[in-house]
């Protein structure tokens, strides 16, 4: 079997995040204590359900997120967003496009 090393355990001196304000990338690929503001939100594949969830929950476009500690096993993953902190799916944070913010 083989397994893919999740991109949170990367060896000591690789990198995933390009230059603060360079690109938009999802928020799941943020490290922890890595901020990013939301530039939008892409398509979820099942009629806008999980979209109109998220922006309920705060995820808009031009507020902050930021990673702040991830489960034992990577996922899920608690943000937080505007005043208050929040627990999503890997697969509910892809939705969310971010760029990096100094």
């Known amino acids: 079997m083989d397994f ?3 991109r949170h355990r990367a060896p000591e001196g690789t990198t ?3 230059e603060p304000g360079t690109a938009t990338f999802a928020l799941s690929d ?8 939301i530039t939008g939100l ?4 099942v009629g806008g359900v999980l979209i109109k969830r998220l922006r309920n929950l705060g995820f808009v476009p031009g507020r902050i997120a930021t990673p702040l500690r991830r489960a034992p096993l990577g996922d899920p993953v608690v943000y937080r967003v505007s005043d208050y902190e929040l627990c999503l ?5 892809r939705i969310v496009r971010v760029e990096t913010i100094t």
Do not use: C, F, I
């Open 4 to 6: 893919a090393v999740p």
């Open 16 to 18: 995933y995040l390009p």
């Open 30 to 37: 943020l490290s922890p204590g890595t901020s990013g503001r």
């Open 89 to 93: 799916r890997h697969h509910e944070a």
């Open 42 to 45: 892409r398509d979820d594949g």
